[in-house]
């Protein structure tokens, strides 16, 4: 299909034709974390059976989506973006704490977000996995996303006096790798861990690479 079908437009039912669409969006996203997350999975779902999840017709999934795929891309970076702002929220809060508190705060704030609900973590790190070249480039760009964070935040800590100066770009793609890594087999149950204990050791792995043995808050 070239493009979405035409939506209706005027007010209807004292909601006007973009507050609908903005409704219709929420509905088809809320059901594909439902079914895209947990049974039957992206791969399994029918559009069909999307629009049966969401109380819709196929006709309103065609007006709001063009396929299956642009509803996964839509959701993955949905769950990105709530997060990211969870992150974000934590880090503001955290004004100029010491780095090991700050660290922590920004943890804690990631890892409550994305374990809160399962089916997150598996759209993130599973069923985005391997679709298409198109949702493997949008999976790389939001993990430099995080990258980046994590880089200005080594950055103004090197500027504080409290972190090594360095180029922090490589060290901070394997620590994402690490994160992602490690709740994802949390969640799946294969660490026998609390939440609070992996975040732990999350925060004492990027201390390490912020402050490495040799280093001091006087220098090398």
Known sequence: MAGRLRAPTGRYGGK???????????????????????????????????????????????????????????????????????????????????????VAALFRAYAANVTADPRRIRITFVEIIGVSPRLEEQRLERRSRWVDLICAEAEAAAARGEAAPRDYRLAATAFIGSVNGLLHDWSAGWVEATLDETVDELVRQLLAILRPPAWTEDGY
């Open 16 to 102: 006007s034709a973009a507050e609908r669409q903005a409704e219709r969006r929420r509905r088809f996203l809320e059901a594909a974390l439902r079914l895209f997350g947990d049974t039957p999975g992206y791969r399994a779902t029918t559009v069909a059976a999307l629009s049966e999840a969401a109380g819709l017709s196929t006709r309103q999934f065609y007006e709001e989506f063009r396929t299956l795929e642009d509803v996964l891309a839509a959701l993955h970076l949905q769950v990105n973006d709530w997060a990211e702002q969870a992150v974000l929220d934590a880090l503001a809060e955290a004004g100029r704490l010491p780095l090991a508190e700050r």
